[in-house]
């Protein structure tokens, strides 16, 4: 049993078959033996609890997850609901991901975010992701002609 | 952290700041966007656009799963009726994969049309490779275009190609990173009234460097290359026919690494052959008889060459309106699901359904005039950020 407390000072148990699919606090478990607490300072308390909550559903490997296991199919919707969250939400848990480093998580989340803004114009991308445009008014007006026809 | 104050009254309001995701991690997502609309985000701000720009970009986008994993369509046609010899390149927008689906590729709708400065003699798409077309006409001219971009390069002229003479192939050599056009000319000496001296000359063209380089190769008999090669595994292939008519057409390599020619036996069943690769493999088919199929299951192995019924033809056939019917014979493009082959003959891209044998036709191209042996005028390319200039 793995113990993991978040930067607001929740704590939460998991099996170590599930605490390896975060790759980070895989390797602090190799490294560091005898702790009983890992702390996460990245990682506010309700978002290690979603991320938590990925992670038990897509465990696989142990005999006693097998008897769990979902089909691809099942897994499949259980993801599209699970993505189902406001924006702040949706990128803290994608920090959190990269932090922990698990690769299907954030290759997840990356590809819901990717669906999400593909139409989108670049001013509601700066919105989004709350970008400050450091172009002149002119230089964007170059790029702009320079690929027309991704604009119509 | 940006705190935001409410100017007014006597409360200060303190508003969730929208988490600012790090470039490493917008860059993930960027690559999963279909081209069109990276190629817009490169106007939010200058940190994209470097990100975008950059070559690296462009590789690491290239070599996704899911960018080898799709497909989209393309075909040179004739352009409006009353201007003549003008073509038109159309590039599909949608992914073949999309045909697969119940509900799509209803109408197979391409929104983009384009011509390629004037091409004076007949074009034909020589191959796609990375997502770049390589366009050839038989006045020499080489254009390298990506549809996905909407980028394109007319390569510099080599005058020592004469106009109609070469056979062409295009490929990418991935030891230095270069796409290269190879161009093979017989050059013939008459020695005497008795003897003709065959000479084969090869001139590479590097996009790296772009430049020119001439590969003096001597060849004792003259050996009759089909005009256009398919690249696969690092080299060109065309067909080969030896002169004296009792030898068996072959396969004749160019490998664009190494800059070596090497042969490959093939089946001899048919009179006339065209090469294309299909799921991975050289497959050869019949100009004559579509029935007949052949694929290279093993690559190099010459025993490999299996057999393949093609079952879409005597449908297909029997369909055609036009009537010289054995011209008309149908090339297998793609396979989608096992199940979904894409097929083209002349005219009509075809999607037909081996297991419940039925068949739609998805697009007619235009043609004001009748073409032979016309499948160089079709094309699959993948969607890619890859550029088609020259690294200067």
């Known amino acids: 049993m793995i113990t993991l407390r978040s930067s607001d000072g929740e704590t939460f148990d998991l099996d170590e078959v599930v605490a390896v699919e975060l790759q980070t606090i895989k390797n602090m478990m190799e490294d560091r033996c005898a702790e009983s607490v890992i702390p996460v300072p990245n990682v506010e308390g309700k978002i290690l609890a979603k991320v938590i909550e990925y992670c038990k559903k897509h465990v696989k490997s142990t005999a006693k997850a097998e008897e769990h296991a979902l089909s691809d199919a099942d897994l499949k919707a259980w993801d599209s609901d699970f993505i189902k969250l406001d924006q702040a939400t949706l990128f803290d848990l994608i920090m959190a991901a990269n932090y922990l480093d698990i690769k299907s998580l954030l290759d997840l989340l990356c590809q819901t975010v990717a669906d999400m803004i593909k139409g989108k114009s670049p001013e509601e991308i700066r919105k989004i992701f709350n970008i400050k445009n450091d172009f002149t008014p002119e230089e964007e007006k170059e790029i702009r002609r320079e690929n027309q026809w991704a604009f119509e | ?392």
């Open chain 2, 1 to 392: 952290m940006n705190v935001e104050e409410g100017s007014v009254g006597r409360f200060k309001k303190t508003v969730s700041p929208t988490p600012e995701l790090a470039l490493e991690i917008m860059e993930n997502i960027l690559l999963r966007l279909p081209v069109k609309s990276v190629i817009r985000f490169k106007c939010v701000c200058k940190a994209w656009h470097t990100l975008i720009s950059d070559p690296y970009f462009a590789k690491t986008h290239l070599r996704l799963p899911q960018t080898q994993a799709r497909s989209r369509f393309c075909i040179i046609e004739d352009g409006e009726r009353d201007e003549h010899n003008y073509m038109v390149i159309r590039a599909f927008t949608e992914d073949c994969e999309a045909f697969s689906d119940e509900t799509g590729g209803g109408s197979l709708a391409f929104d983009y049309l384009s011509d390629i400065g004037n091409f004076k003699h007949e074009v034909v798409l020589l191959d796609s490779c990375d997502g770049l077309l390589c366009i050839v006409d038989l006045g020499g001219k080489i254009v390298l275009w990506n549809p996905s971009t909407r980028q394109y390069y007319q390569l510099p002229r080599n005058p020592d190609i004469s106009e109609g003479c070469g056979c062409y192939g295009f490929g990418y050599v991935s030891s230095s990173d270069d796409y290269r056009v190879v161009v093979v000319t017989s050059v013939i000496n008459i020695c005497s009234t008795l003897l003709v001296d065959y000479k084969i000359r090869v001139d590479v063209f590097s996009l790296k460097s772009n430049k020119w380089k001439r590969i003096q190769k001597e060849e004792e008999q003259g050996t009759v290359l089909i005009k256009y090669a398919t690249f696969l595994h690092g080299a060109a292939h065309w067909i080969a026919y030896h002169d004296m008519p009792h030898d068996d057409p072959r396969i004749v390599a160019f490998d664009l690494e190494k800059e070596q020619f090497r042969e490959m036996a093939m089946p001899n069943d048919e009179e006339y052959l065209k090469l294309r690769v299909v799921g991975g493999c050289l497959c050869l088919n019949g100009y004559n008889d579509p029935t007949k199929m052949w694929v290279m299951k093993q690559y190099g192995i010459d025993t490999s060459w299996t057999k393949i019924t093609a079952p879409y033809s005597s449908i297909l056939r029997r369909s055609s309106d036009i009537m010289n019917q054995q011209f008309y014979d149908c090339e297998l493009l793609h396979t989608l699901n096992d199940d979904l082959l894409l097929l083209f003959n002349l005219q009509k891209l075809t999607l037909y359904d081996q297991k419940k044998n039925t068949y739609k036709y998805l697009y007619e191209k235009k043609m004001w005039y009748e073409y032979e042996y016309d499948i160089d005028h079709a094309s699959l390319y993948v969607e890619t950020l890859v550029s088609p200039h020259p690294q200067l």
